[in-house]
Nanobody, 124 residues
Framework: QVQLVESGGGSVQPGESLRLSCVAS????????MAWFRQAPGKEREGVAS??????YYADFVKGRFTISRDTTENTLYLRMNSLTAEDTAIYYC???????????????????WGQGTQVTVSA
């Protein structure tokens, strides 16, 4: 059984940083894509970043500011978020799926496993 548990969210000021964590239980260390999504109030859920082995993929709106990584020994996914702005305010979700298609495809509909989400609020 796959279980994903996020942590690390909070309230910060613009320009500050946060690191989100996702402990993944029941997810093999091979053959799975892992990803971060976010959803702001009243908006659609959007893919932020994904990772498969050593390959990483980013949405244009976070490239250069966010870094996705995975510790296979501890089975934990991370998202380092730098230079945060108000538009980054959202609930951030950890997700996983078997790699049937490229892990660069971050459509939420193709991810069967999801965490509960962690709130990130960026305001002055």
């Amino acid at each position: 059984q796959v279980q994903l548990v996020e942590s690390g969210g909070g309230s910060v000021q613009p320009g500050e940083s946060l690191r989100l964590s996702c402990v993944a239980s029941g997810v093999p260390n091979s053959g799975y894509c892992m990803a971060w999504f976010r959803q702001a109030p009243g908006k659609e859920r959007e893919g932020v970043a994904s990772i498969f082995i050593s390959s990483t993929y980013y949405a244009d709106f976070v490239k250069g500011r966010f870094t996705i990584s995975r510790d296979t020994t501890e089975n934990t996914l991370y998202l380092r978020m730098n230079s945060l702005t108000a538009e980054d305010t959202a609930i951030y979700y950890c997700a996983a799926r078997p790699r049937v298609i490229s892990c660069s495809d971050r459509r939420s509909s193709v991810f069967p496993y999801w965490g509960q989400g962690t709130q990130v609020t960026v305001s002055a």
